[in-house]
Nanobody, 127 residues
Framework: HVQLVESGGGSVQAGGSLRLSCAAS????????MAWFRQAPGRERERVAA????????YYADFVKGRFTISQDNAKNTLYLQMNSLKSDDTGMYYC?????????????????????WGPGTQVTVS
């Protein structure tokens, strides 16, 4: 059973930086997709960035391109999201998600419903 736990959220001023971490455990295979989603109050959960195992493929939403970087440390089973030049619009709960079966190098799951595993989330507030 895959378990995900996020950390690293907090409050920061606009223009600042944060690095989110997602500790993963319980994978049954070596191929998987992972992603960061966020959800602001009153808004739908949206995909921020995604990665196919071993950096074969990455995805960034247009609203974070050039500011956020997704990365992973396989030795530590940890996913990261480096967030720079933060804006007030980046405020929200950030979730780590993972999917093993519906995952290919040519296709990173898009919708939240396509991911089987989720962490509890970490709050990011930009003022």
């Amino acid at each position: 059973h895959v378990q995900l736990v996020e950390s690293g959220g907090g409050s920061v001023q606009a223009g600042g930086s944060l690095r989110l971490s997602c500790a993963a455990s319980g994978y049954t295979g070596s191929v998987y997709c992972m992603a960061w989603f966020r959800q602001a109050p009153g808004r739908e959960r949206e995909r921020v960035a995604a990665i196919y195992s071993y950096y074969v493929t990455t995805y960034y939403a247009d609203f974070v391109k050039g500011r956020f970087t997704i990365s992973q440390d396989n030795a530590k089973n940890t996913l990261y999201l480096q967030m720079n030049s933060l804006k007030s619009d980046d405020t929200g709960m950030y979730y780590c998600a993972a999917e093993e079966e519906n995952c290919r190098s040519s296709y990173l799951p898009v919708a939240s419903e396509e991911y089987s595993y989720w962490g509890p989330g970490t709050q990011v507030t930009v003022s």
